[in-house]
C-alpha cells in the first residue's frame, strides 16, 4: 500500500546543514515533494522532485533521490532559525491521484 | 492571488453542536482537498472533489462529516453532531488541473469542549 516514513524529530546548530530523510513505497511515485509548515500556519510548497531525476537543487536546498532504495532526502545548508518546522515529505503517483504526506519532521534549531 | 481561504480561523463550540468550515480555492483551481491534522494522526486526507464532484472520501471519519462543493468557488466541511475528539486543524488545499503541485490554506483550529 501507499505509505511515507519520516523521523519525528531533528535538531541541528545554526549554520550546519540539515538533513531530513524520508521513504516511500509506492515504486509507481511520479512526483515527490517537501513541504514547509510554520507554527500556525498552512502546509507551503518547498520544492518538488519528478521520479526520473536524481538531484534537484535551489539556492539552500537540495533534493536526492534514490529510486532503488525509495529514499528521499532534503538538505538545508546553512541552517537557520527561520527554518525551523515541520517538515513533510509527500509522493504522489500522477497528475490526476492524491498525494499522500508523511508524518511530518520537526526541525528545531540550536544556537 | 488571494491563495486559498479558509473560515473562519478558529473555532469553539460545545459538543452536541454543528460545526460548518468554508474554504474558497484559488480562482481556476479545479481540485479541492480537506485535510485534519491532529498531533497523534498527523495530517489525514478527508475528501477531494474535482470539478465540484467528491472523487475519493474515504478518509471521512464516519457520518458526523459532511462535504459539500456546489460550485467551483466554494466548500463547506460539516460536523453534526461535534465531539471532542473532532478537535483538530482543517485544511482546504486547491489545485489546477495538470499541476504538479497544490496549495493549502491557513487552517481552521477546531476545538470542541
Known amino acids: 500500500g501507499e505509505d511515507v516514513e519520516q523521523s519525528l524529530f531533528l535538531s541541528v546548530r545554526e549554520g550546519d546543514s540539515s538533513v531530513i530523510n524520508c521513504t516511500y513505497t509506492?515504486?509507481?511515485?511520479?512526483?515527490l515533494y517537501w513541504y514547509k509548515q510554520e507554527p500556525g500556519a498552512g502546509l507551503q510548497l518547498l520544492t518538488y522532485?519528478?521520479?526520473?531525476?536524481d538531484m534537484k537543487q535551489d539556492q539552500r536546498l537540495t533534493v536526492l533521490l534514490n529510486k532503488k532504495d525509495k529514499h528521499l532526502s532534503l538538505r538545508i545548508a546553512d541552517t537557520q532559525t527561520g527554518d525551523s518546522a515541520i517538515y513533510f515529505c509527500a509522493e504522489r503517483y500522477s497528475s490526476a491521484s492524491k498525494i499522500i504526506f508523511g508524518s511530518g519532521t520537526r526541525l528545531s534549531i540550536r544556537p | 492571488d488571494a491563495g486559498v481561504i479558509q473560515s473562519p480561523r478558529h473555532e469553539v463550540t460545545e459538543m452536541g453542536q454543528e460545526v460548518t468550515l468554508r474554504c474558497k480555492p484559488i480562482s481556476g483551481h479545479n481540485s479541492l482537498f480537506w485535510y485534519r491534522q491532529t498531533m497523534m494522526r498527523g495530517l489525514e486526507l478527508l475528501i477531494y472533489f474535482n470539478n465540484n464532484v467528491p472523487i475519493d472520501d474515504s478518509g471521512m471519519p464516519e457520518d458526523r462529516f459532511s462535504a459539500k462543493m456546489p460550485n467551483a468557488s466554494f466548500s463547506t466541511l460539516k460536523i453534526q453532531p461535534s465531539e471532542p475528539r473532532d478537535s483538530a486543524v482543517y485544511f482546504c488545499?486547491?489545485?489546477?488541473?495538470?499541476?504538479?503541485?497544490?496549495?493549502f490554506g491557513p487552517g481552521t483550529r477546531l476545538t470542541v469542549l
Open positions: 509506492d515504486s509507481s511515485s511520479t512526483y
Open positions: 522532485i519528478f521520479s526520473n531525476m
Open positions: 488545499a486547491s489545485r489546477r488541473e495538470g499541476a504538479d503541485t497544490q496549495y
